[in-house]
């Protein structure tokens, strides 16, 4: 009987080898015809506001005399040690940035409840996405649509490398892992290439180049967001794969540490044109967002000359802050105005809100105190 099973088993493996061996011949006699589709199309639209394009806002809400103090300059923005939540999953960990903030729509404020309204220009920062966000980000945002190519996505580390496993869904749907070498190219798009691959049971690399397939002829990217293939490389623009908020700048290096993906920003127009870095009022802080100058509008106030440094009430651990659920934050926490007129915001974490918000209410209590 362990013979009859054994006998079975490989059997059901020589099938399954045999069926994506047709299937990769069958995308190989259509390759001879095709230049293929997904290798020649441009970055798509992610969804996302270009960084340069004029959109309604709710700044029209803004009171004529803040309309008229208004300088019209950007928010000069620095972050440190922020967990910055930008959509369910996904979290970017922001070790630091310098940048600005700046509307969408001429001569409108900074609209922290429309995070739609607004673009993050960076001009440094060091910025890290553990697999667990980039698993989000890439099942639910850049191939977050019917009929993807790839399909339950899972990432992890090894050796310096980003391993990917998930389905390849062409004809069938078939088990994949990948293991790649990830770079920077010249144009700032993160280049993932593959060192090893299987497709089902088989040598992925090794069967495609048998059959003159390149992964560029498997996946067709045109409805994904901030992806292409480039033969057997995806390309990546870290400005289009992520949800609002908008951001824009330029990867400059990129290294994989265990368990996260770590993108360096720098060496822009906005880098050579910024001011020498920010310095915040509370410099004992070692977690905050500090905003500079222009307006900001959150709620139903407005800031002119903005001045505000937010601090995080739990130092020991970066400062988990959710674009969302700020005004959650603000409720939870406390402010006080500095002699100068600048203001000092104190926030818990957002994780500790949604874990236990009786007990974040009692600690600032005794924090007043």
Avoid: W
């Avoid at 095709?34 to 960084?51: E, H, N, Q, R, T």
């Avoid at 903030?101 to 996405?129: H, N, W, Y």
């Avoid at 994949?176 to 798009?189: C, I, K, Q, S």
């Avoid at 920003?265 to 905003?291: K, V, W």
């Amino acid at each position: 009987m362990i013979g009859d099973a054994r006998r079975n088993q490989e059997r059901g493996a020589r099938a399954s080898a045999a069926l994506v061996t047709l299937t990769l011949l069958t995308l190989a006699l259509g390759a001879c015809s095709s230049d293929g589709i997904a290798s020649a199309a441009a970055f798509p639209l992610s969804g996302l506001p270009d960084p340069h394009e004029t959109l309604g806002s709710a700044s029209g809400t803004a009171p004529a005399a803040v309309l008229a103090a208004d300088s019209g300059e950007a928010t000069r923005t620095r972050f440190a040690n922020v967990n910055f939540h930008i959509a369910p999953g996904v979290v970017l960990e922001i070790r630091s940035l310098d940048g600005v903030m700046a509307s969408l729509t001429p001569g409108a404020p900074v609209v922290f409840d429309d995070k739609r309204s607004f673009v993050i220009r960076i001009a440094t920062a060091e910025v890290a996405l553990d697999t667990a966000s980039l698993g989000h980000l890439m099942n639910e945002h850049v191939f977050g649509y019917a009929g993807a190519p790839l399909r339950h996505l899972s990432f992890g580390t090894r050796n310096g490398e980003l391993v990917q496993r998930g389905v390849l869904h062409k004809v069938i749907d078939i088990p994949f892992e990948m293991t790649a070498r990830v770079t920077v190219t010249p144009d700032g798009l993160m280049r993932v290439h593959p060192t090893t691959m299987k497709i089902g049971s088989l040598d992925g690399m090794g069967l495609m180049k048998a059959v003159g397939v390149h992964l560029s002829n498997l996946l067709d990217t045109r409805k994904a967001h901030g992806v292409r293939v480039d033969k057997d490389d995806l390309l990546l623009d870290p400005v289009q794969l992520l949800p609002p908020p908008a951001i824009a700048g330029r990867v400059v290096a990129v290294r994989v540490e265990p368990g996260k993906l770590v993108q360096i920003f720098g060496d822009s127009i906005a880098s050579r044109a910024q001011p020498p870095p920010l310095t915040p009022p509370d410099t004992a802080s070692r977690n905050y967002m500090y905003f500079s100058g222009g307006t900001l509008h959150f709620g139903k106030l407005f800031m002119v000359h903005a001045d505000m440094q937010i601090v995080d009430l739990n130092p020991a651990d970066p400062f988990d802050f959710s674009i969302d659920r700020y005004n959650d934050q603000l409720v939870a926490g406390y402010s006080k105005n500095r002699p100068d007129l600048g203001i000092e915001v104190y926030m818990p974490d957002i994780t500790r809100i949604a874990a236990h918000p009786e007990r974040v209410v009692a600690s600032r209590v005794r924090t007043d105190r």
